[in-house]
């Protein structure tokens, strides 16, 4: 009979005892040469023997043979403790660097090495790949059975949100948490998926199969009772779609990005206003010199600020700062004596006429707005609590002048146009014992799982904040499969090592 194929694992064994007279190693995925402290290709015997016969590697054997103290003769077989030891050595090593964002790649640092190496002499520093292909596997896998574990029999929610990286790839992160009628339990990142294209059955598609790895046996349906994400377009409808398969799900838009939406109103309504902050940013960039004369000059311990469109309500912000400091701010601006484009276009914009008045105006209408930002980015904030605070912000908004009009028509366009938004006030509305209207598809008896539900998808908007080397546009060595499971073990990781 014809011998049957061997495993990769089997395969890789007997070119570790056929050639590697005890120098090469396997864990079953690797084949590793511990005089090279290197993986070593393995597809076919002669590319291990093309390893052993270059001039590297020989060298490296002499060097061997040279340290080899000659005082044991017979061979030492490593124990079965001693290998445990090292494979428990291996995956804490992972897990450590994981959980600290510290890239694999790092312990190919000559540097870093040594370190290792000096002050953990009883163990070998694996080779990167070995952790990546063999480790980081099992770390993972641990991470999602403690996800289940947290999740057990709850209700959970959903929070769903899609970014580009480096490379303009589209990545899409699916956060998952239980509903707890006691506390706020945070979400977890339960999978990153790398999308061909953003629209409404990628997203869909990504969320199925993202409960799929967290019930493998059956997708319970019924258990999702909140799906929250931005207001793109693509992500209404494929709110829209889903709730058709989770029939006690509420899906609800993020109460921050509405708020943003406002904020971006009175922005616009304030032309002169943001030529102000574009033009004194101008000032200060790449002019150290003049940095250190302001504050000096004016005895304050920051520069204005520069408002970025990516962070909620940091325009308002800029505003009452300059607000504040606008005195100063002006003193200092007009006593350059350079004659530069940018210091005329600053000082201009320091002499219209009503930009004291416009300022004004943006820190005592709309200074609310920065307020219940801060407010709703509170983690652990009752159901209650923060409906309470979105409908005082649109309250507060209904009085003042014209561009507070607008911002009030703007706020009660978008609350419309959220999904969820009446069905989540109906929520609060039991919870506080003002009503005793269920919302459709509700039950008595889950009413109290919603104390904590969240109203934002602040979660998703921080997780991708977590992974920065991967957005880099030189980071692309990864392979989906390895930059999914890197993900979900180092933001969830810090998650439980913190319990």
């Not at 799906?227 to 992500?235: G, I, K, N």
């Not at 919870?431 to 008896?445: M, Q, W």
Request: proline share 5%; aromatic share 8%.
């Amino acid at each position: 009979m014809p011998k049957g194929k061997l495993t990769v694992a089997q395969r890789l064994t007997s070119y570790a005892n056929e050639l590697g007279d005890g120098v090469l190693t396997t864990d079953g995925s690797v084949l590793y040469c511990n005089a090279c402290d290197m993986s070593v290709a393995a597809e076919t015997k002669s590319h291990v023997e093309q390893h052993l016969q270059t001039e590297k590697h020989m060298q490296k054997m002499q060097k061997r043979k040279r340290q080899k103290q000659p005082l044991i003769s017979p061979a030492v077989t490593p124990t079965s403790s001693t290998t445990e030891n090292a494979k428990q050595f291996h995956y804490d090593l992972t897990e450590a660097l994981l959980s600290s964002d510290i890239p694999l790649w790092k312990l190919q640092n000559l540097a870093f090495k040594n370190f290792l190496s000096k002050y953990i002499p009883h163990h070998d520093i694996p080779n990167e790949l070995v952790l990546r292909k063999k480790y980081v596997p099992i770390l993972y896998q641990r991470i999602i059975q403690r996800i289940r574990e947290t999740i057990g029999e709850k209700n959970v929610y959903l929070i769903v949100d899609e970014t580009t990286d480096g490379t303009n790839q589209h990545l899409c992160n699916v956060l998952i948490g239980p509903l707890s009628h006691d506390k706020f339990i945070p979400p977890m990142l339960l999978d990153c998926v790398v999308l061909d294209s953003t629209n409404s059955s990628t997203i869909s598609q990504s969320i199925n199969n993202a409960l799929m790895l967290l019930w493998p046996s059956s997708v319970y349906y019924d258990r999702v009772f909140l799906l929250l994400t931005d207001s793109a377009p693509y992500m209404i409808k494929a709110g829209a779609g889903l709730s058709v398969l989770y029939p006690k799900m509420i899906y609800v838009t993020c109460l921050l990005n509405a708020i943003h939406r406002v904020a971006e109103v009175v922005r616009s309504s304030y032309v002169e206003v943001d030529e102000l902050f574009v033009t004194v940013k101008q000032l200060f960039s790449k002019a150290p010199s003049r940095r250190r004369a302001f504050l000096d000059s004016t005895s304050l311990s920051t520069l204005p600020p520069s408002p970025s469109s990516g962070r909620w309500g940091t325009w308002i912000d800029a505003a009452c700062f300059f607000q504040e400091h606008y005195a100063k701010v002006k003193r200092f601006v007009m006593e350059l004596d350079e004659n530069t484009p940018t210091i005329q276009r600053a000082k201009s914009a320091l002499r219209k006429p009503n930009i004291t008045a416009d300022l004004a105006a943006i820190c005592t209408h709309f200074k609310p707005l920065v307020d219940a930002i801060a407010q709703l980015e509170e983690r652990g904030l009752r159901l209650t609590n923060a409906v309470d605070i979105v409908t005082t912000l649109n309250h507060s908004l209904e009085y003042g002048g014209r561009v507070t009009a607008s911002a009030s028509q703007k706020m009660s366009y978008v609350l419309s146009k959220n999904p969820g938004w009446s069905r989540i006030m109906s929520l609060a509305r039991v919870l506080s014992g003002v009503s005793a209207d269920l919302p459709r598809n509700i039950s008595a008896n889950v009413i109290n799982c919603f104390n904590f539900a969240p109203i934002t998808s602040f979660g998703a908007e921080r997780s991708f904040c977590e992974f920065k080397y991967f957005f880099r546009s030189n980071g692309t060595s990864f392979t989906q499969e390895h930059m999914m499971q890197h993900m979900v073990v180092l933001f969830n990781n810090k998650r439980f090592s913190s319990k």
